[in-house]
């Protein structure tokens, strides 16, 4: 998080966002205060863990966009193993519970590569669940799975749109910059 | 370096598997020289995961601890690369639980193979799952999520395994190994000069007492590949001698000393035998485990157990050839034997039948069934490929697959008595099966040239597929199959093992790109079979049943056509019913099958798979067509062209086609 660093107000032209000027730091600010907040949010929960910070810490020149690039990908990869825990799940003919398994451990994997604790934490307790051959505390343990998913994918989508709003502050305010 | 690196990043895109072959390649041999420097950054390490999500994680945390990254997200893509690319990379960081092939294999066959270290990862951190990692082999079991920390140390791994290399050596001659080393290295194209590059790097590191080692190496200073390494690197050809070796002796009378006298290789010591025999026994045993996992019968009964034979064969053909009454029991005994590596005393008797491809002797080893069906040296090195590459990826393929696992070590060694009905065990036996529709080129003996051979080859897909073949369905996808040496290779060879596999009853064996169903007969053939004779593959498949009679599998009249879509990305086709059914083979064929498939070389038999890197095959440039073909989708990212040259060590997948018509003229001749 390198932007917006200078707080004071600069002598720069008018920002494009049409603001004045010295309202931008002010964005700018609020804007970090509430990526801030969230990700407190977060942690506080137990919803992300520390692994989250490393994905930031990856960041780099070559890659600014790492975090939301990977996060995207484990997204669009949960989807589709959820689906497919549910449909296994609902499968009139059960197969049993090893291809569940299989489709599990990698979305284990996924979500905690990415700090996801809460949902690994309730992947746990689908695998047990699933151990203990309890259709029913599957059902229960993937519901929790795609609630904490949604709500995850939710928030952090909110911290996406806020960098992205500090990125453009940023630039607006600092137009010459860059 | 950074550049590099930064190179090798934007190659590597994170959305689809690709493998960065290309980066990875000018690293090896970029790095070399600053290996030594900044060590450990530049190591080489290859990622295999099916998250995309932690491959990405990885990849970018393996960059900033500076190390060289390249990323697979297939397995079965993985191993090509590992085999084609021999020595390009120090380390493998592999998932445990992974849709094509389980991490277990990956690591068995990396190890057996290539003696590389494996760090496996897993989202189950449970002790049990660690144990078991632990226990097949792995240096490492990370837990994910991967932290930063931990790779940062992969490094000692490597190290590690270098020490214990050296430490065994250091036993040995040291001149002998340097001369041993150069042997090993003419068939590794990478491995010296990477070895070296690496040795060098580690040299600080290493206590090297044996000052006499370091002397020899540097003494041979003008030839990179002979300066000393610190392990013996087990080229195919060396392990073909080691189980032709142990195959002669029995597998359960096979001692490290008298193999050392047989295979007679200088340089050898009698520690680098006992090792690898302790890894070779291993493999056995986890492949008889497999094969009786399926309900197969102990693959050591005896003869008349058609069944048996389901590990080596696959399970459906067996059973299928059983079931058509088309293999004789003493063949399928017989080819238990030899897989298993009976005496092959048994296999004598056992084998007086199956039609096997027969090939000119002219290697020393070859190993000539009673029906001319010659074990080409070379055969053997393919076969040691092939063994290596039978992860089976698809089901029917596996039993297949691990069926030929086991035949390279018996086949080979039947150097003893001419007729003594070796079976090359390759898996080109299958193939040639396969070719020999019709089979039966009786021509008993002929050990003849190869233009003899060719008629013999009848793919009998009866054989080999599914009992409801009837021969005639013995298609293989739609290109022919053109043996053709040098350059005469129409097609590429492509030996598409979805013949063998029993995917759709034959599935085909098209990986070719070539879809013309000519197969061309002789002349190809006499251009192919080189020195060696050719067709032992071909012939070696046990289930030339019908053959049996003629034997002479001829392996020249198999014509194959190397697609280029290889492995297992074989394009082909159709699937259904075509007896080799494409699509599946895509699978199937996947595992190292193209490897082996074609080891069209001089004096290897179409050798139904050798490994990519091995396959040295005289096969001319008409390319055997890229070993990964990106038709079939597999997400990686191939170097183009993985073509046979004529002295290519490329192991390119040969994938035999056959033509759906009649292979029998093929075989006419």
Redesign the interface.
């Known amino acids: 998080m390198n932007f917006a660093k200078n707080r004071t107000v600069s002598t720069v032209p008018a920002a494009k966002t049409g603001l004045p000027v010295w309202m931008m730091g002010l964005v700018a600010d609020r804007l970090r205060a509430d990526a801030n907040r969230l990700l407190a949010f977060l942690f506080n929960q137990g919803i992300l863990d520390e692994?989250f910070l490393?994905?930031q810490q990856?960041r780099?020149e070559?890659?600014p966009n790492?975090v939301s690039?990977?996060v995207n990908?484990?997204f669009h990869?949960s989807e589709k193993l959820l689906r497919n825990l549910r449909s296994l799940l609902m499968d009139r003919e059960f197969s049993g519970y090893n291809k569940m398994g299989?489709h599990l451990?990698?979305f284990?994997?996924?979500s905690?590569?990415?700090?996801a604790k809460r949902i690994?934490n309730a992947c746990f307790a689908f695998r047990a669940a699933s151990e203990q051959n309890s259709r029913a505390g599957c059902l229960r343990a993937l519901e929790l799975l795609e609630h904490d998913y949604c709500f995850l994918k939710n928030k952090l989508h909110e911290l996406f749109q806020i960098q992205q709003q500090r990125v453009l502050a940023a630039g607006a305010r600092y137009p010459m910059q860059n | 370096m950074i550049a590099m690196q930064r190179v090798m990043q934007s190659n590597v895109s994170a959305s689809a598997a690709t493998t960065n072959c290309y980066g990875g390649l000018s690293s090896c041999k970029g790095e070399e020289v600053m290996i030594s420097d900044q060590f450990p950054a530049g190591l080489r390490v290859l990622v295999v995961d099916d998250d995309i999500t932690c491959l990405r994680i990885l990849e970018q945390m393996l960059c900033r601890c500076l190390y060289i990254v390249t990323t697979c997200s297939q397995a079965k893509v993985a191993l090509g690369l590992l085999r084609e690319r021999k020595g390009c990379f120090d380390v493998i960081l592999s998932d445990v639980y992974m849709p094509d092939m389980d991490g277990y294999k990956l690591l068995e066959h990396v190890g057996l193979e290539m003696d590389l270290p494996v760090i496996m990862m897993s989202a189950d951190g449970r002790t049990s799952a660690v144990m078991k990692g632990i226990r097949h082999g792995a240096c490492d079991y990370l837990i994910k999520p991967v932290r930063e920390e931990e790779l940062k140390n992969i490094w000692q791994h490597v190290v590690r395994k270098k020490f214990n290399g050296n430490k065994e050596l250091e036993h040995s001659g040291s001149l002998d190994d340097a001369d041993m080393h150069k042997q090993g290295n003419d068939d590794a194209e990478y491995a010296s000069s990477v070895n070296d590059a690496t040795n060098a790097s580690l040299k600080p590191l290493k206590k090297r007492s044996n000052t006499k080692e370091d002397d020899d190496g540097e003494i041979d200073n003008d030839d990179p590949s002979t300066s000393k390494k610190p392990r013996v690197v087990w080229s195919v050809e060396l392990h073909q001698q080691f189980v032709s070796a142990v195959n002669l002796l029995g597998i359960d009378k096979a001692v490290p000393k008298r193999i050392l006298e047989l295979m007679n290789v200088p340089g050898l010591t009698r520690e680098n035998v006992a090792s690898h025999l302790q890894k070779f026994r291993l493999y056995l045993k986890r492949i008889s485990g497999v094969t009786q996992q399926g309900g197969i019968s102990n693959p050591l009964c005896g003869p008349g157990e058609s069944n048996v034979k389901i590990g080596l064969l696959g399970r459906f053909n067996i059973q299928a050839l059983a079931a058509s009454g088309q293999i004789p029991p003493q063949s399928l005994a017989a080819l238990h034997a030899e897989l298993l590596g009976q005496p092959t005393g048994n296999l004598a008797t056992a084998m007086d039948q199956p039609a096997l491809l027969q090939a000119s002797l002219q290697e020393p080893k070859c190993i000539q069934l009673d029906h001319g069906v010659t074990f080409v040296q070379p055969l053997v090195k393919c076969e040691y490929s092939s063994f290596k590459h039978f992860p089976q990826s698809c089901a029917p393929v596996e039993d297949v697959t691990s069926g030929f696992r086991a035949w390279p070590f018996n086949n080979i060694c039947r150097a003893g008595p001419g007729n003594n009905g070796g079976l090359s065990s390759q898996n080109g036996n299958i193939l040639i099966d396969l070719l020999q529709q019709n089979q039966q080129l009786q021509k008993p003996q002929q050990q003849s040239t190869v233009p003899d051979l060719r008629p013999s080859i009848n793919v009998q897909p009866s054989c080999h597929v599914a009992p409801s073949q009837s021969s005639a369905s013995f298609q293989v996808g739609n290109s022919p199959v053109s043996v053709t040496q040098n350059g005469s290779f129409s097609r590429t060879s492509v030996i598409d093992y979805s013949l063998l596999s029993s995917q759709s009853n034959c599935s085909s064996l098209s990986i070719g790109q070539d879809s013309d169903a000519n197969l061309q007969t002789t002349g190809d053939l006499s251009g192919y079979i080189p020195p060696a004779s050719v067709s032992p593959y071909v012939s070696s498949c046990p289930v030339n049943v019908e053959n049996c009679a003629s034997q002479q599998v001829q392996a020249s009249s198999m014509t194959f056509k190397t697609s280029r879509n290889l492995p297992g990305f074989v394009h082909s086709t159709s699937n259904n019913q075509d007896p080799y059914g494409s699509t599946k083979t895509g699978d199937l064929l996947d595992q190292a099958p193209f490897n082996n498939l074609g080891y069209i070389n001089k004096g290897t038999c179409l050798p139904a798979r050798f490994p990519v890197g091995e396959f040295q095959s005289p096969l001319s440039s008409s390319s055997l067509g890229k070993v990964f073909s990106e038709n079939i989708g597999t997400r990686m990212k191939q170097e183009p062209n993985m073509e046979f040259g004529d002295s290519a060590k490329v192991g390119i997948p040969m994938l035999l086609q056959f033509p759906q018509n009649d292979l029998t003229t093929v075989f006419t001749e």
């Open positions: 692994q490393q994905l990856l780099d070559s890659s790492f690039e990977v990908i484990h990869e299989i451990n990698q284990m994997g996924s905690s590569s990415i700090g690994r």
